[in-house]
């Protein structure tokens, strides 16, 4: 069946995506969701550098 052949979105779609965005959130809102994500990716990026010695040690045998 063919009906797990999903593909990313096209320009258009990406159009209508946006306009959806900017309908239940408005033109407020967006700023702040996007000032909360680039928080989150930069304290995740931080953790993530902040400790190399704690990894685990899966493949020494």
């Known amino acids: 069946m063919n009906l797990f052949l999903i ?33 989150g990716l930069r304290e995740f990026k931080k953790a993530k550098d902040s400790n190399p010695d704690e990894t685990p040690e899966t493949d020494k045998k």
């Open 7 to 39: 593909s990313m979105p096209g320009g258009g779609e990406w159009v209508i995506i946006i306009l959806i965005v900017l309908l239940l959130f408005g033109g407020r809102k967006i700023p702040e969701l996007m000032k909360g994500l680039g928080q």
